[in-house]
Nanobody, 118 residues
Framework: QVQLVESGGGLVQAGGSLRLSCAAS????????MGWFRQAPGKEREFVAT????????YYADSVKGRFTISRDNTKNTGYLQMNNLKADDTAVYYC???????????WGQGTQVTVSS
């Protein structure tokens, strides 16, 4: 069982930056891939980025490639999503997830709101 708690969301102007954090419980954090997803009002939840347990492999949605960076610190049981050059379309609730592979999400956090004003 893995419990995830996101933080770092907030209100930012277009072009600004935010860094989201995802703190995980458990001693086996490094054995899980970690991902970020988001859900805007009236839309389905969508994939943003994922990172392998070792941190070597990363994957991004085309919409955030070149602007967002996913990373993790397994010594701190924490994952991160650095978001730069934010756009109004990035406004959503952001969720972190942990999975046994980079294509699965078995555990979810409660979400953190990101609002980008234009």
């Amino acid at each position: 069982q893995v419990q995830l708690v996101e933080s770092g969301g907030g209100l930012v102007q277009a072009g600004g930056s935010l860094r989201l954090s995802c703190a995980a419980s458990g001693r086996t954090f490094s054995s899980y891939a970690m991902g970020w997803f988001r859900q805007a009002p009236g839309k389905e939840r969508e994939f943003v980025a994922t990172i392998s347990g070792s941190g070597v492999n990363t994957y991004y949605a085309d919409s955030v490639k070149g602007r967002f960076t996913i990373s993790r610190d397994n010594t701190k049981n924490t994952g991160y999503l650095q978001m730069n050059n934010l756009k109004a379309d990035d406004t959503a609730v952001y969720y972190c997830a942990a999975g046994h592979t980079t294509t699965t999400a078995d555990y979810w956090g409660q979400g953190t709101q990101v609002t980008v004003s234009s």
